[in-house]
């Protein structure tokens, strides 16, 4: 049996762009990811909406911050056969201020806890698969969300190729999420449910081959 610890922000947890509510089980990418690979393999699903990487929300508290979940999660879960790394989109957030490379700086320190960690099988570091995030969108109509992500969708440009530099720097597997799927046109952050599926056939298809 073969492990998969899914960390990260509101498209891991499944939230619906229309509703605001949460994806069923097998219309959100980690429970497509689960289905598709089938037995021999557990999914862990670990989404939470808000989270950021390494940063703490001034609005919402320290528990929305990656980093100070992560090391316990990993020991929490261990042993793990891979984890899936996908965050950075919060980060773009206008009350954090940060640059495209301030962003990827976040997730190199995330990619560096999990490759460093005992959190493997036999105390090494599990295998990760680092996933850019979609390119955040200009929203159909103004939202609360489009003066949260004001300037990011030009940021979010920056981020495939960044994480990309990240993932060869430390020789994990890589996604560019934004090759695969379209963030909605509702809230131009959120994955519809069609996007979903496509994305964990992507993932499943990675997986798959590197297992």
């Not at 960390?7 to 605001?20: E, H, I």
């Not at 990811?33 to 939470?48: A, D, F, H, K, S």
């Not at 969708?153 to 999420?177: I, Q």
């Amino acid at each position: 049996m073969k492990t998969i610890l899914c960390f990260g922000d509101s498209n891991t947890w499944g939230y619906n762009p229309s509703t605001g509510e949460r994806f069923d089980h097998d219309h959100r990418w980690p429970g497509v990811l689960r289905n598709e690979l089938g037995e021999g393999y557990r999914v862990i699903e670990e989404g939470l909406n808000g989270r950021t990487t390494v940063w703490d929300d001034p609005f919402h508290g320290g528990y929305k911050n990656g980093k100070d979940y992560l090391i316990p999660c990993l020991a929490s879960h261990k042993p793990l056969d891979m984890v899936i790394l996908f965050l950075g989109t919060n980060d773009l957030k206008m009350r954090f201020s940060l640059t495209p490379s301030e962003v990827t700086h976040g997730i190199r320190v995330l990619t560096d806890i999990i490759l460093k960690s005992d959190a493997g099988l036999d105390g090494k570091p599990p295998e990760l698969l680092l996933i850019a995030p979609p390119l955040v969108k200009t929203a159909r109509n103004f939202t609360r969300f489009s003066e949260e992500f004001e300037k990011g969708e030009e940021k979010s440009v920056k981020l495939g190729e960044y994480y990309r530099e990240v993932a060869e720097e430390y020789g994990c597997n890589f996604l560019d999420a934004s090759q695969v799927v379209k963030s909605s046109e509702i809230d131009g952050i959120h994955l519809e449910e069609e996007e979903h599926i496509k994305l964990g056939y992507e993932i499943a298809g990675i997986v798959k081959n590197w297992g």
